[in-house]
């Protein structure tokens, strides 16, 4: 049972122009999603975060939409750049789990081409 | 600050045999959370590990363990190792405070090879 799924295993996007990374959910219990990005042999990096009481968070090229009713998230990056390219993961907690514990989804290759 | 230090990076290990982990945290981190990656299958949460006690389990058989010391360093213990536990192991470790102060910093991880 995959409550979270990233469908695009890849994406392949041109230096400066805008990604987007998109994340299907089905818990509704799920109140906080984040974003982290992955480079080969090294462990997963926080990126952005967003609480289910907000629809839309920014920091720097990276924005987070949520939308609730759709059960989706996206990441948006603009511009682009290579250094950008690593498998991007998204992330959500339960409101009903205590402690840390995320459920991830499968990942997207994400390929910036200079 | 020194990072989250997972020890040892590579290993390789026979089918039967049994392998320990060792995950050592942020300091003033009293949280340790264990991850298993799979290709195509990110990241499945093993358990938590907060002050000594496990938190939170995820839906791995008895043979997958943990604990956790005193002084916040955690072990996962791995016992009667089969093929498909080869995968990168990543252990996250947080303040383990507030749903909405995640500072979830993630260890470089072990990659296990069962041969």
């Known amino acids: 049972d995959q409550q979270v799924k990233q469908n695009s295993p890849s994406l392949s996007v041109q230096e400066g122009r805008i990604s987007i990374l998109n994340c299907d959910y089905t818990n509704s219990m799920f109140d906080y999603f984040l974003w982290y990005k992955k480079y080969p042999a090294e462990g997963p990096t926080f990126l952005i975060s967003?609480?289910?009481?907000?629809d839309k968070n920014e920091d720097g090229r990276f924005t987070v939409f949520l939308n609730k009713s759709a059960k989706h998230l996206s990441l948006h990056i603009v511009p682009s750049q290579p250094g950008d390219s690593a498998v991007y993961f998204c992330a959500a907690k339960g409101r009903e789990t205590s402690g840390s514990r995320l459920t991830f989804g499968e990942g997207t290759q994400l390929t910036v081409n200079p | 600050k020194a990072g989250v230090t997972q020890t040892p990076r590579y290993l390789i290990k026979t089918r039967g045999q049994q392998v320990t982990l060792s995950c050592s945290p942020i300091s003033g981190h009293r949280s340790v959370s264990w991850y298993q990656q799979t290709p195509g299958q990110g990241l499945q949460f093993l358990f938590e590990y907060f002050s000594e006690t496990q938190r939170n389990k995820g839906n791995f058989p008895g043979r997958f363990s943990g604990r956790q010391f005193s002084n916040s360093r955690s072990e996962m213990n791995v016992s009667t190792l089969e093929l498909g536990d080869s995968a990168l192991y990543l252990c996250a470790s947080s303040r383990g405070g507030l749903p909405t102060n995640y500072g979830y910093t993630f260890g470089s991880g072990t990659r296990l090879t069962v041969v």
């Open positions: 967003i609480s289910s009481i907000k």
